[in-house]
């Protein structure tokens, strides 16, 4: 998310984030949802949820204040995760729903995500009619006597457990082991309950929500998820699920250990271009190549646009596409509604193997691909000048194009680079994938390097 400055957007690539009591205080969240409230008519419904965090609590009472100012009635949730909060604001005929979650950032983030009564996530023309209200200060009184209400509900995952469950083909995995970490996120609890009552198996672990994430980073990854696979090889597991902060996001460990994001998606659009008669997959520039080899005997089209589910969301929708994904662990699946859903994509692999190995044997058909990334802290105030920067002065050998629709992306035969700033921390991201891993890492350390001396410098003049 940039930073929260007049003149840049309120909004990054995934709703507004940034370090509570830095730049993300009550007094912002009380003037943004006046925003809010202002675009929605009196006597609107919205329901609010929040992650784990520590946080959770003074953002949410903010929230509350500001859309009953304006006539708003308010209906909390409670801890649940975003797949939860984002379908139930439609199926229970809510106006809005917000979200209050830094999904896999640290614990000193928060932020708010937007949800339209459809499900879909707030679209940029949405974001910006909120951010012309919000600095231009016309936000809309309800009066005294108007103000909206606040209410808290009781029950309500059951609601989105049983609209799940019908959408969930009948599978052939009870028998599996699963181990279910949600990284004392928001789907402590849920998942593991999920999944338990489906008949699985499960073996919970980081179960309990704890907004400090004391015992993984809330961003699930090869490096975080160590302990967790230690623990399914001592329990003799086939299988871990595991998901972020606010779990849209979901990952695989098997025994083997971290089993890879590009892999991941891969095998998952399959079982969903296996079922639909449309071929096409949106995705984003961050997404390898490693997807189009593997959907290419099934006639799958992949679509590339802007990273952020939302994008993707939008992009599926203008496409039609069988389903969205992110690398990094996002599944959109239309039939259920245009926003990400772990749980229903958890149940829907677990469903569709066997064995835990069938994921693996399937990946090692495919071409031999090698995809790395790192991340250079920067401040939002330099991004835009370090990008301009990269453009002018880097040059990549034997580039054939460059995209820029979302960052740079260099393309070569062989292999690929992307330099973004990101949408949802202060860093710029570089990614790269080659068909050799000296390539791969040739690539990502010299662009990885000048990105380095970039932000140093912008710092030195700043």
């Known amino acids: 998310m940039v930073g929260i400055h007049k003149k840049m957007n309120l909004f990054g690539s995934s709703g507004i984030r940034d370090v509570v009591d830095g730049k993300l205080t009550p007094e912002f969240c009380l003037a943004v949802s ?47 995760p975003t797949p939860a909060l984002a379908l139930l604001t439609r199926e229970m005929g809510f106006d809005t729903g917000i979200m209050i979650t830094a999904s896999h950032n640290p614990p000193e983030f928060n932020g708010l995500k937007l949800f339209s009564g459809n499900s879909l996530g707030y679209s940029r023309q949405q974001e910006q009619q909120i951010e012309n209200i919000y600095f231009s200060n016309q936000f809309r009184s309800a009066g005294w006597r108007n103000v909206g209400s606040l209410s808290v509900a009781t029950g309500v995952q059951d609601e989105y457990f049983k609209f799940i469950r019908r959408k969930l083909p009948v599978g052939n995995g009870k028998h599996l082991k699963v181990v279910v970490d949600p990284g004392n996120g928001a789907a402590s609890g849920f998942a593991s309950g999920f999944l338990r009552d489906l008949g699985y198996d499960v073996l919970p672990i980081n179960d309990e929500p704890d907004g400090m994430f004391p015992n993984r980073s809330s961003e699930p990854s090869a490096e975080s998820l160590v302990k967790t696979i230690e623990y399914l090889r001592e329990k003799n597991a086939d299988i871990a699920v595991c998901y972020d902060g606010d779990a849209d996001r979901v990952v695989f460990c098997d025994k083997d250990g971290f089993i890879g994001y590009n892999e991941m998606i891969s095998f998952i659009s399959r079982i ?32 590339r646009g802007r990273v952020g589910d939302v994008n993707v969301a ?26 990400p859903d772990s749980m229903y994509t ?16 399937t990946c090692s058909k495919w071409p031999e691909l090698y995809f790395g990334k790192s991340k250079i802290a920067c401040a939002n105030s330099a991004k835009q000048r370090v990008m301009e920067s990269m453009t002018q002065s880097y040059q990549v050998p034997a580039v054939k194009e460059t995209n820029t629709l979302d960052g740079l992306r260099y393309e070569l035969d062989d292999a690929w680079l992307l330099v973004r ?42």
């Open 34 to 80: 006046k925003a809010i409230g202002s675009t929605l008519p009196p006597t609107a419904q919205v329901c609010i949820a929040t992650d784990a965090r520590v946080s959770r609590d003074i953002i949410k009472s903010a929230v509350s204040t500001g859309l009953m100012h304006c006539g708003i009635n308010v209906v909390d949730f409670g801890i649940m």
């Open 272 to 303: 969903v271009l296996k079922k639909s008669t449309c071929k096409k997959v949106a995705t984003t520039v961050e997404t390898g190549r490693l997807l189009d080899l593997a959907l290419a005997d099934m006639g799958g089209e992949i679509i």
């Open 314 to 339: 939008h992009l599926m929708k203008e496409h039609d596409a069988a389903i969205g994904v992110e690398q990094v662990g996002v599944y959109i699946i239309p039939q259920l509604g245009y926003y």
């Open 346 to 361: 958890s149940a829907l692999l677990l469903s569709e193997i066997a064995t835990a190995s069938e994921i693996r044997e």
């Open 421 to 462: 700033p990101s949408g949802t921390e202060p860093a710029i991201r570089v990614i790269a994938e080659a068909q050799s891993e000296s390539k791969m890492n040739q690539l990502l350390a010299d662009a990885t390097r000048k990105v380095r001396e970039l932000v140093e410098s912008s710092e030195v003049s700043a």
